[in-house]
């Protein structure tokens, strides 16, 4: 997952959301965690996807991942904002311990967006 080629990276990150097993999205979270941080909006967007599927197989995992969505919300692109949103509706639909964290975040601030949809 730390090829130079961004299309080979996406394409592991669904390969593991899609076929890992419990004990593999375990080993592997620390790596899709990572790639929520990267600068590519492609992988970040891939990566946001692969840690809701992660999250279905193995629920406590939502302790590492949860803290890691509050940046997504202020994207500039809108498929890691999509991607980013699912994973939090994710979250508190099967966690919802973590409600009142979510509850908090303030809204999405309009400069965030390109002015085309302002």
Sequence with gaps: MNHANMYIVGLALCTLGNIASQEMARDLCPEVEKHLNNSNPYIRKKAALCAVRILKKVPEL??????????????????????????SIEICQNHPETLPEYRKV??????AMGSEHV
């Design 62 to 87: 939502v302790e590492s991942i949860s803290p890691l969505t509050q940046s997504i919300y202020n994207e500039r692109n809108h498929g890691v904002l999509l991607s980013g949103i699912t994973l």
């Design 106 to 111: 303030d809204h999405v601030e309009p400069s």
